[in-house]
Structure formats: C-alpha cells, structure tokens
C-alpha cells in the first residue's frame, strides 16, 4: 500500500471527528456567520451534508498540497469529486429512508449515516485513484463539479430552501 493509498485511508477517522467537531463549531462560535458557512447552522438535513462535504474537502487538498510530486492530479480530484458527492447521496438516501420509510428518528442513525458514507466515500474514491485512466477532460468536469458543490453549500447556507 502507497503512502497515498494510507493517506486517503488516514482520512475515514480523521473526516468524521472534523464533521463531529463541525457539528458544534457553529454555536460554540457565538454563532459567527463566518463559521456557519462552513459548519451547520441547523438540524435541517442540507445543512448536515455540510458536516462531510467541508472536512472531505479540507482532507483531499491537504493530501494533494503534501504529495503533490507522488500523485496523479486527474485521478486524485476526480477520486476527491466522486467522494464529496456520493457521501451526502448516500446521507440523504440514508436519512429519508429510515426517517421517512420507517418513521424513525434516531442521533444514532444520524451519526451512523455520516460514518458509513464517509467510509464507503473514501474507499471509492481509493477504488478509483487506484484503478480509473482520466484525462484532462475529467479533471475539468471534476474541479468545475466541486466549485459547484462549495457554490451551492455557501449560497444555500445564506439563502436556505423553503
């Protein structure tokens, strides 16, 4: 196993104690705005997706600043897009499925949504930093892809969805 192949491992407790951390960062900010971007302002489900998207974010451009020289660009954005999108997905589908098909409210639940989409997230990514051949056509779509995820994060955190 590469030390890349490590790091993106490293990073399954790593994003969750940051989303866990994220969850409270808000209130214990004094409920500065600046922080609300980032962290969640609320219960609704939007702004938990928040709780993978920026630790995910913060995790894979670190990775990239510190192994620059000993990685592929391509794969690892697009692995990065590929994890940031399929977690809140799987959030989602998680959430609605047992709140909405059950009936049930559970923190457990809720917690167990973000370690199981953070788990499988990272491990498909590593599936395909491993294994995908991307071009330069793929690398586009995949940064436009993420400028579009922060856009939306930031603009509904300041203009919620009714």
């Known amino acids: 196993m590469t030390i890349t192949h490590r790091w993106i491992l490293k990073g399954i ?41 920026w630790p995910m974010l913060i995790w894979w451009v670190t990775g990239y600043i510190i192994h620059d020289q000993r990685i592929s660009a391509t794969n690892w954005f697009t692995a990065t897009t590929v994890a940031m999108l399929f977690c809140p997905l799987f959030i989602t589908a998680f959430y609605y499925t047992y709140t909405g098909a059950f009936g049930i409210h559970s923190l457990f639940l809720d917690i167990s949504s973000l370690v199981i989409g953070v788990i499988i997230a990272q491990y498909l990514a590593l599936h395909i930093y491993i294994h995908a051949r991307i071009g330069l056509k793929c690398l586009i779509i995949s940064l436009t ?3 579009i995820l922060i856009f939306f994060s930031i603009y509904f955190t300041l203009n919620p969805p009714h």
Do not use: T
């Open 13 to 53: 407790p790593v994003i969750i104690i940051i989303a866990c951390i994220m969850h409270y960062a808000y209130a214990l900010s004094g409920n500065s705005a600046i922080v609300g971007l980032f962290a969640a302002v609320n219960e609704s489900i939007f702004e938990h997706l928040k709780l993978s998207l």
């Open 145 to 147: 892809i993420l400028m």
